[in-house]
């Protein structure tokens, strides 16, 4: 599962609480409105609310320029990561300081 090895890569023991559809529904919209980088958006819950049961068939291989070039590795996860600091004042949309040019 990819959320447990972007977990490991950071050090991080995740928490998975089972909530009803409904509730991070309205998880997502209250995330989606308060925090400048919601943890959950509601456009998540519904892709994985689908309900994939069947698995596809296998594809083709993609074109070269489609191709994923980044590689799922620990080294690109740990490249991928924000600077170490906690969540703030500053992850919320109402608290963010305006920058001026």
Known sequence: M???RVARVAGRRPIFVRLPIAAQL???HVAER??????IAVAQVH???EGVSVA???ADQPPADLAP???????????GLPEPGGFGRADLRW???ARHA
């Open 2 to 4: 990819a959320v447990r």
């Open 26 to 28: 309205l998880l997502g």
């Open 34 to 39: 308060l925090m400048t980088v919601p943890l």
């Open 47 to 49: 892709i994985l609310t």
């Open 56 to 58: 596809a068939p296998p």
């Open 69 to 79: 070039r980044t590689p799922f590795s620990d080294a690109s996860i740990r490249a």
């Open 95 to 97: 608290c963010r300081v």
